[in-house]
C-alpha cells in the first residue's frame, strides 16, 4: 500500500513542479510561443522524462557499487543500459558508413533511415552471418557434452566465481558449451522460422493472387476457407495438430520438425492470403490492368507482368512481419517443449531449461544471465525485424501523400 | 469600401515532403477590404488551398507559414495566442470546405454542428442560433428547411449538405469566410443552385469572402476581384470585369485562349454508310441494377461522337459494355457492319484490337512499375508480333506521335512524367495496337486547362491523319465544342437526345439537354444573373431571401 | 433499427456457422490420428480384451459421422467426455467413476478467466490513455519512445517479458511470487496477490497491441476534413476530442479492445506455463504432451469458442456504434 501511496505523491509533486516550470518559463520569456502554448500535459512530461533518465543514471550508478548486495541488485539494469548505449552507437556508426560508402541509392536510403532502422539492419546482418556460419564460428558441436568439464559452469569466465574462460558464456545442465548452443540456435532457429515463412508465402500468396484475379466462386470457397481456419487461435491450431503430428511422426519415422514447419507455414499461409488477396484486389482494379484483361493477356502475364512487381512493397514488409511471427511461434512451442526437437539446439528449449537458474539472480546475477541470453537473443531479433519493417511501412506510407 | 479587413505581405508557405521543407508559396500579398470578394484561381498545385487557410492562421500538418504577416482586422494572426486565434475562427473568420459529406460530423445532426459555433463563442443562445438556422437554411433555399436541420450528414445530398455548411459558416455572421472549391465536387445543374444561394447570402449580409476554384467561369460569377496564381506565385490581380477583357499577363491569355479551341464542322454523315461502331438497343446491369435502358447510337469513321450526362447517366457503363467488360442483357454491339460478341474474353485477337481506350486517369492507366518503352512496346509485340528492332523502330515512331522525343522517354518510368506526358503515353498505347476506334473516358478532366487543350489537339490532329472514330465521354461541355461531330446527351441511363454538333448547341431542345446546356458557367460576369432571371429563380429567392 | 437488428442477426448466425465449422474441423483433425485411440491409450503391449473395452467405451465402432454428432451433443450439453489418462487409469486397475474432462476443465476455465479479467481491468484503461496520449502528442519525444517501447514489448517472446518480469519483480525486489500456486477456497487478495505477476506480463504484451491500435485509429480519425473543420470553428482543442473526435472514435477503440482480449487467449497459454498457473492453458500444454485428445480437442473448441465470441462481440459493437446504420436514410 505504501508503494502505491509513494508513487501517488511523487505525482502530485511532479505534476506541481512540471505547473512552476511552465509558470516560470512563460514569465521569464514574456510569453514566447514555445512556453504560451504548452499545455500542462507536456510540461509534466518533460518532468516526467527526466525523472526517468535520473533513477536510470542512479540506477547505473549503483550497479558499479562496491557492496555486492546493492551492485548484484543493479547488474541487469546496469547490464540493459550499457547494451542500450552500445547498441546504439552500433547503430550510429553502421549508419554513418552506410552513408558514406555504396551507391547513390543506398547512401540516400541511409541519409533518411532512422536510428531504429539502422539498428535493425545491423542486427539482422549479424545474425544471418551466424546462422549462416554457424559450423564455423562455434566452438563446439551443438549437442556435444565435453569430456571432462563440469556442467553448470558459470557464464562470465571468471574462475572466482564459478566460471572457465574456455567457456565465456558457461556450460548448461548436462556440461554442453552454452556459447555453441547460442550460435547453433541461430541457425536452427532462424532457420526453420525462414523456411516455414517462405512456405507460408509461397502458399498463401500464389492463392491471394489467384483469388483477386480470378475472383468469383474460386475467391469465395478460398475466403471462407481461410475464414474459418483463421477462427481458431493460431498457436492454439498448432498445438493441436503438433499433437496429432507427433504421433504420426514416431510412426512414420520423419522428425517432428519437418511437421512443425508444415503446420505453421500451413496456419501462417492464411493470414498471408488474406494480404495478398486485399493487395491484389487493389491492384486488379487499376486501368492498367483492365487494358491488359482488354488486350487479350493471359492470366501469366497478368499475374507476374502486371500485378507482382506493383505488390513487392506490401509483401516485403509483410515478410518481416511473418517471420517474426512464425519465429516467435515456433519458440513459443520449442518452449512448451514441442518444437524443435533435441539434438537440434534452439533458443525455446534453451530458455526452458535453463529458466531455474533466474531464481540465483540476488547472489549470482552471472547464472542468471544464461537463460536471459537464450531469450533476449529471440527478442533481439524480432525486435530488429520489427524496427526494419515499421521504417519501411512508414516510409511507403509517406510517399502516398 | 476602403476599409481593409485582411492583409497578407509576403506570406510564404513551406511543406514538408521527404524530410526536407519545399515552398509551397513564395511571398504573396493579398488585401481584401470589407465586404468585397476576391476570386482566388490557379491549377491543381498552384497552392491556393494552403494559401486559404493561412489566411485564417491556419496551417495543416506537414505545412508551416516561414515568412510573412497576416493581419486580420488588426491583429496578427501569426503572433496572436491560440486563445486568441479560436476567438476568431468560426466567430469572426469562417470556412466552407471543398467536401461539405466529409466535413460534416457523421455522429451528429446538423442543427447541432450548426449552433456549436455561436453557443460557444457565445454570440446567441442555442434556442436563437436554431430559429436563426433554420431562417439562413431558407434563404439558402434548403428543401423543408424546419426539419433539414434535424437530419444526420449522410441523410442529406452532397448539394444541400454544401449549403447546409455554407449556412453554418454564416451562424455567427462572420466578416470573412472561406470558400475552398465548394462546388467542385458537384455536378453542373446542382452546382447553379449552390452557386446562386452562395452569391445571394454573402451579398446581403456583406461579408467578405475568398473564393477559391480552378474554374475560371465560376470564379468570374462570384468574385469582385481575381487573383491568378502559378506555382506558388502571384500571376497577375485585377477587377473581374478588366482581368477577363483585358488580361495583362501571358499566362492568363492563355489560361483564357483555351476556351477559343474549335474544330470546324464537317460534312453530314452518308446515311448509307456502314458505321464503324454501332451501339443497338443495349441494356445492361450491374447485378440485379438496371442501369442502361435501350441504348442505340452510330459512331463513323473519321468522327468524334460525344457522349454527354452527369455522374451515373451511364455514359462510362455504355463504353464497358462496348469493349465487352460488361455484357449487355440485351442488345448487341456491331463493329463495321458485324455484330460482336458480348463478352471480350470471347472476342478474337484481332477484334480486341480494333477497340482501344484512353482513360481519365493516367495515373492508374499505366503500370508504374513498367518503363515508357515496355508499356507501348507490349500491344506493337502482342498484336503486331515485332520484335528487336522492328518493334524499338514502332515505338519511336508512336512517340515521336504524341510529341515526345523517343531517345529521351524511352526509358523513363510513369512516375517521371507529368500529368499530360501520361495521357500522351495512354494515348500511345492505344495507337499502338492501329485501331479504327478510341474510346476517350474523361480524357481530359484530370488535367489543367492549358495541358487538356494540348491532349484535345492531339487527338484532333491523330483523328485527321490516321481516320480514327473516338467515342469521347465527357461532362465538360466546353469540350464537347472543342472536338465533337455528333453529341449523345445521357440521363438516367437513356439517351435524351442525339444529332450534330450544330444542332444540339441550337434550340429547341429536350427539356434536359436545355438544362444542361444553360448550367454551364460561362465567363460572362453577368452570365448567372441572366441565368436566374431567366429561369425565373431569382425572383423566388428574392421572395425567400426578402427582407430582414 | 430494423436494418440494424438484421445486419447484427445475421452476423450472429455466421458467428454461430463458423463456430459449427470449426467444431467439425477440430474433430477432422483430431481423427486423422493414425490407427486407433484404443492402441495409443493403451500403448503397443495392450491385451485385445482391454483395446475392445475402451473401443466400446469410446464409441469407436460407430461411424465418424454419428460420432461427431455424438461429441458436438455432449459439448452442447455441458458433457466433454472422459479424458484419456483416466480411460487408462481406469482400464489397466479397474477403478470406476474418476474425474471427466469436464470436471477437470471447469476450475482451471475459471482461473483463466479471472487472470484475463485481472490483465483486462489493467490493460485496457492504460493501454486507450497512453494511446489517446501518443495520437495527440503525435510525433513527439514521448511518441518515438512510447513507439520504440511498445514495438520492443510487441516483438518480445511472453516468456521473455514473464522472466524479466520475475527477475525483477520476484527475484531481485521480492514484492512478487513467481509461483502462481492458486488453489480453490483462497480468498480474494491472496489470489490477487498470486495473479499479479501473469497478469502484468500479459498486461505488458495486450498493453502494446492496444496502445498501437488505439493511436493508428486515432491519428486516422484526427485526419478526417469534420475534425479540421471544427477546429476551423474555433472550437477549443479539449472539445474537438470530446464532441468531435471521441463519438467517432468509440467504434474503432472498442474494437481495438475486442481484438486484443481475443489475443489474450493465445497469450494465456505461454504464461500459464511459466508461472505453473492452473489454467486452461497450461492444461491444454499438457494435454498435448501426453497426447490425451478428448482434453486438447475440449480446450481448443473452448479457446476457439472464447476467440470467436470477441470477434463477433467487436464485429457487432461497431456496427451498432456506425450512426449511418443506427439512422438509415
Known sequence: MSTILTILVALVVMGGIAWVLRFAGQQVTNGAPFFRDMSFGVSFGYVLGVVVLAWLAWGFMQSRSSDPAIANKFFFLGVAIKGFVIFSIAAWLFRLLGRTVGTDWTRKMFRQMPLTASFGILAIIVYAIFAIFAGAIAPYGQDEIIQGVAANIIPGGDPAMGGDPAFPLGTDQIGRDILSRLIYGAQNTVGIAFITTMLAFFLGGSLGFLAAVVGGWTDQILSRGVDVLMAIPSLIFALLLMTIASVWSSRLGIPLTVFMVLIIALIDSTRVFRLARAVGQNIVVMDYIEAAKLRGEGMGYLVFKEILPNATAPLLAEFGLRFCFVFLTIASLSFLGVGIQPPLADWGTMVRDLAAFINFAQFAPLAATAPLLAASAIALLTVAVNFVVDWMLHKTSGLKE | MTDTLLKMRGVKLEGRSDETWNPIINGVDLTLAKGEVLGLI??????????????????????????????????????????????????????????????????????????????????????????????????????????????????????????????????????????????????????????????DIVEQFNTAAIYITHDLAVVAQMADRIKVLLKGDEVETADTRTMLSAPTQEYTKSLWAVRSFERPLKAPVIASAVPSVSVQNVDAAYGKVPVLHDVSFDMHEGRTVAVVGESGSGKSTTARCITGLLPPTSGQIAFNGEVMPADYRKRSKDQLRQVQMIYQMADTALNPRMSIGEIIARPVQFYMGLTGKQKRARVDKLLDQIELEPSEYYNRLPSELSGGQKQRIGIARALAAEPKFIICDEVTSALDQLVAEGILRLLARLQDTLGLSYMFITHDLATVRAIADEVVVMKDGRVVEAGPKAEMFKPPHHPYTDLLLSSVPEMDPDWLTNLLQERGVDNIGDAAVGKM | MGNVLSIVFQRLALGLLTLLVVSIVIFVAVNMLPGDFAELILGQGATPESVAKIRTDLGLDQSLVSRYFGWLGGMLTGDLGTSFAQLNFQTNLGGGGGVTVGEQIAPRFANTMFLASVTAMIAVPIAVTLGILAALYRNTVFDRAANILTLSSISSPEFFMAYVLILFLAVLNPILPSLSNIYEGMDFSDRLQKTLLPALTLTLVVTAHMMRMTRAAIINLLASPYIEMARLKGMSPMRVIVKHALPNALAPIINVIALNLAYLVTGVVVVEVVFVYPGIGQLFVDSVKIRDIPVVQACCLIFAAAYILLNLTADILSILSNPRLRHPK
Do not use: W
Open chain 2, 42 to 199: 490557379g491549377e491543381s498545385g498552384a497552392g491556393k488551398s494552403t494559401l486559404g487557410l493561412a489566411a485564417m492562421g491556419f496551417t495543416r500538418d506537414g505545412v508551416r507559414i516561414s515568412e510573412g504577416s497576416v493581419e486580420f482586422d488588426g491583429i496578427d494572426l501569426l503572433k496572436a495566442s491560440a486563445a486568441v486565434k479560436r476567438g476568431l475562427l468560426g466567430k469572426r473568420i469562417a470556412y466552407v470546405a471543398q467536401s461539405a459529406a466529409a466535413s460534416f460530423n457523421p455522429a451528429h445532426r446538423l442543427m447541432e454542428q450548426h449552433v456549436e459555433g455561436p453557443t460557444q463563442h457565445g454570440v446567441m443562445s442555442k434556442a436563437e442560433s436554431e430559429a436563426d438556422g433554420i431562417e439562413l437554411y431558407r434563404k439558402l433555399r434548403l428543401p423543408d428547411p424546419e426539419s433539414i436541420g434535424f437530419r444526420y450528414p449522410h441523410q442529406v445530398s452532397g448539394g444541400q449538405l454544401q449549403r447546409a455548411m455554407t449556412a453554418m459558416a454564416m451562424s455567427c455572421r462572420p466578416d470573412l469566410i472561406i470558400f475552398d472549391e465548394p462546388t467542385t465536387a458537384l455536378d453542373v445543374t446542382t452546382q447553379i443552385e449552390v452557386l446562386a444561394s452562395i452569391r
